[in-house]
Every structure is written in C-alpha cells, then in structure tokens.
C-alpha cells in the first residue's frame, strides 16, 4: 500500500500519515465558494453557468401549477364507444370542431381494450358545444356516440 498523501510504501495508512501537515494541498478538495461568490461570478459571466429551470427562465408564459391544472369546464365526456377505439380516433374525430388539448380514452388493465367511453378538453368552450351540437347521435364505428359535457367527480 502506498499512502496517498506522501508517497512512501507500507508503514502507514493515509489517514495517519505524519507528514501530512508539510505536504501541500491537494487542488481536488479545495473549499466551495459562497454562494454570494458563486452569483456575482456567473453574474459577470466567467463561463460557470446554473442550470435554471423553464418555468423561471427570462419570457416564461406559465408556471409548473398552472401547466398542471387543466380547465374542465371546457371537458365532454364521450360514451358509447367500440372497444377498438383508441386516443387518436377519438382525436381526428374531434379535431374538426377546434383545438384540443387532452384526449383520453378509458382502458381496461387486464384486456387493453376500451371501456366504451372517454374525455376529451376543448380549448374554447364554444368549440366543444359545437362538438356536442353535432356528434350527439352520430353513427361512428357502428355505435351510435352520446357526447355531453363532463360532469366533476364526487369524492
């Protein structure tokens, strides 16, 4: 074994080292900074850089709450659907009418199969009651479809 600290073989460990007080530092463990040091230098622009998250990055529009929260007054519930229907079906289907932001088709764990129904989250409101207007009653994949505005979960 060789000690780490001075060099010499065999009779000591590097914690123990006698000489360790005379070697000179080592660079691998110099101190930190403090932080103050550390903002003032990435401040002038030395080349270290932070890493900062999107949301608090300069011409961020929305903050990770309200990226969460989705708006479900503008939510249908779609039912009566096939059991091969799957999100993008639901998708093109309900895409004409305008902008969608979620699509979502409840599946069975076991079979991987549909359930028979699904929500879909308009952008505007008035886009999904033309949806609604129009796809009540439409024959598709030969069901007829009920779509109607999705009512919260009780808990």
């Known amino acids: 074994m060789v000690c780490r600290t001075c060099g010499k073989k065999g009779d000591h460990w590097t914690s123990r080292c006698p000489y360790k007080d005379l070697a000179p530092r080592a660079e691998g463990f110099v101190d930190k900074p403090a932080v103050s040091e550390t903002a003032s230098a990435a401040a002038v622009g030395s080349g270290k850089s932070t890493y ?28 009566n659907l096939s059991e091969d229907t799957r999100e993008p079906d639901l998708l093109e289907l309900l895409r004409p009418f305008g902008a969608v932001s979620r699509v979502y088709v409840a599946v069975d764990q076991k079979t991987s199969m549909s359930r028979g129904f699904g929500f879909v989250n308009f952008v505007n409101k008035e886009d999904a009651q033309r949806a609604i207007n129009k796809l009540n009653g439409y024959g598709y994949d030969s069901l007829i479809l009920r779509i109607e505005w999705a009512t919260p979960r009780t808990n």
Do not use: F, H, L, Q
Request: proline content about 7%.
């Open 52 to 79: 900062v998250p999107p949301r608090m990055r300069a011409g961020a529009e929305r903050s990770g709450s309200e990226m969460r929260c989705r708006n479900d007054e503008n939510s249908v519930r779609v039912t």
